[in-house]
Structure formats: C-alpha cells, structure tokens
C-alpha cells in the first residue's frame, strides 16, 4: 500500500480541546501576574522612583511571562519579582541614574534557549564578579539581607523570619550592607568553595525562580562560619 500521499489531519474536536488547553493555560498566567502586580509595582517604583518608568518595567515584565515557558517555573511570584528587579536595574543603568537602591549586583537573565553560550558565559562572570564583592565586603547576615531585599524583592518580614531577625534589625542590616559596598574598606577572605555555591544559587534563582537553594546558600552554616572566622 502506497502511503506516500497519506497526510496527518488534527480533528476538529483535538483542535478545539488544544485551543481550549492554550486558553486556560493563557489566562492562567494573567491570573498569576495581575496578582503580582501591585508587589511588582512597588518593586520597579523603589528602585526606579518614577512611576512612569515603574509602569513601563510592569509593562515589559509581562511581555516576557508570555513568552516563559511557564510549564518550567517552579515559583512564579519569585521569578517575576527578579525579573521585575532586573529589568529596573537595567532601566537605571542605562539612564545613568545610580543611587542606594540601584546598587544590586547584575542578575543573569531568565532561561532562555536562544541565548548564545559566549553571552551565558559573560552573563555568568559579571555575577562572580558581583558575588566576589559581596563576600570580600560584607558579613553573612549583611550579605543575605541585602541579596534577598536588593536582588530578589524580599520583604523585610520575610528576611527577619529567615535570618531569625526583628523587621528593624533587617532593616539595619541592608542599610550597612549598603554602605559598606560603598565605602569598600571592609576586605575579607574568600572561600572559593563559598563563593562557587552562592554564584550557583543565584544564577539558578535568577533564572528559573527556585529560591530554595539561594536560601540555603545564604544561610548555610559553613559560610557563615568561615566569614566569621576571616572578620576575626
């Protein structure tokens, strides 16, 4: 039998389910973004102080949740917070318009398959470079308050339960950060062990939203151990 000519045909009622499926997954995804929104907003607006650029970042951020393979995010709302953060970064360094709160170590784009391997390999010094600042700069509780507040949008309600802090002391804790990346006289050692887990850490939580791992990196009692023993 001759079946050279035979040609493969969707039904009309496996087109109708397959649509329908795109529908639901569709506005599945506008559920969780309008969700997020307002937090997102609030994001884009400390960093960028201007509600014209915040609304903008919004705007850009949501262009790219429909393009995201989203079957592959394990945490929505944390991928488009760092997407949210990341992009305002970016907004203010173009402009030029650095200040205290745009002073977040540059975070790697989100997965994305046509990412040529030489741009992922740059991508992923300019966070070592990143990283390494922080290691050399700040203590373990200064370092995850900031990454986690600055780089990643969380609260301090958030930060404080996870560092065992008050919400004022994780404020404190952010603030010094803040001024000792600026001031730079801090030096410390660096575990080259410790910093190859915590690039890792951020570069998987900045790219897929999995934030397990960073909070592991973070508060893990090894590096904290070292750090001490290096401010010693």
């Known amino acids: 039998m001759d079946t050279s ?31 997020a929104r307002p937090g997102l907003l609030k994001i884009a607006g400390r960093i960028l102080r201007d509600p014209g650029d915040a609304e903008d970042v919004i705007q ?11 079957a592959v995010v394990a945490n929505p709302l944390a991928l488009l917070r760092t997407t949210t ?11 030029r318009r650095r200040s205290e709160s745009s002073a977040t170590p540059w975070l790697p784009d989100s997965a994305d398959n046509g990412t040529a391997p030489e741009a992922l390999a740059e991508q992923r ?12 700069a700040l203590t373990p509780k200064q370092r995850a308050a900031y ?37 730079r006289r801090h030096q410390q050692q660096v575990d ?4 190859r887990r915590l690039v890792q850490a951020i570069v998987v939580a900045a790219r897929t939203g999995e934030l397990r791992g960073l909070e592991a990196a973070l508060t893990d009692d090894g590096v904290a151990r070292w750090d001490e023993a290096a401010c010693a």
């Open 5 to 35: 000519a035979i040609t493969t045909r969707q039904s009309p009622q496996t087109a109708t389910v397959t649509a329908a499926s795109a529908t639901a997954e569709l506005n599945d995804a506008t559920h969780v973004f309008v969700s």
């Open 60 to 70: 850009e951020a949501w262009l790219r949740w429909q393009g995201t393979d989203r």
């Open 85 to 95: 953060v990341r992009l305002s970064i970016n907004l203010v360094n173009s402009a």
């Open 125 to 136: 010094e300019g966070v070592e470079q990143a990283v390494l600042l922080l290691l050399r």
């Open 147 to 183: 990454v986690l507040r600055e780089a990643f949008g969380y609260s301090y309600d958030e930060i404080g339960e996870l560092l065992g802090l008050t919400v004022a002391n994780a404020r404190q804790q952010v603030s010094r950060a803040q001024e000792r990346l600026r001031n």
């Open 192 to 195: 080259p062990d410790a910093h």
